[in-house]
């Protein structure tokens, strides 16, 4: 049970740099929770705020949609990132924002207009 809805908590998305900044938009987290319904299984949130040190420390953009509380980088166990990748698709807000696929896990996003890529 999730403070920022059924599944979520604040917890899962703060910088992991242990300043514990968080700004994360709502959008994101209703993105989400659809695809986590959409599923039937847990999400694994891996990044979701960056704070801007952190975010230059891991190699995020200058402008960086986690600064901006825009982003998660997350994994489904069981699933491979493409098949993740496949799911969110389903979901409006990030059929319309972004969605790059990695190795280990799927960044999305809710920037508003359509960008996929792989990393």
């Not at 968080?22 to 694994?44: C, S, V, W």
């Not at 990695?102 to 996929?116: I, N």
Request: contains cysteine; hydrophobic residues 35%; positive net charge.
């Amino acid at each position: 049970m999730g403070d920022l809805s059924a599944n979520f908590s604040r917890s899962e998305f703060q910088c992991k740099c242990g300043c514990k900044k968080f700004n994360i938009t709502p959008a994101l987290i209703k993105g989400l929770q659809e695809l986590r319904d959409y599923l039937g299984m847990p999400i694994i949130v891996n990044s979701g705020t960056r704070c801007p040190e952190h975010n230059a420390a891991v190699g995020g953009t200058r402008n960086s949609y986690h600064i901006k509380g825009y982003a998660a980088d997350i994994r489904v166990d069981g699933l491979t990132s493409k098949e993740l990748a496949r799911a969110a698709e389903q979901i409006k807000v990030f059929r319309y924002g972004g969605i790059g696929v990695y190795d280990t896990f799927v960044h999305v996003d809710v920037r508003g207009h359509k960008a996929r890529w792989r990393g």
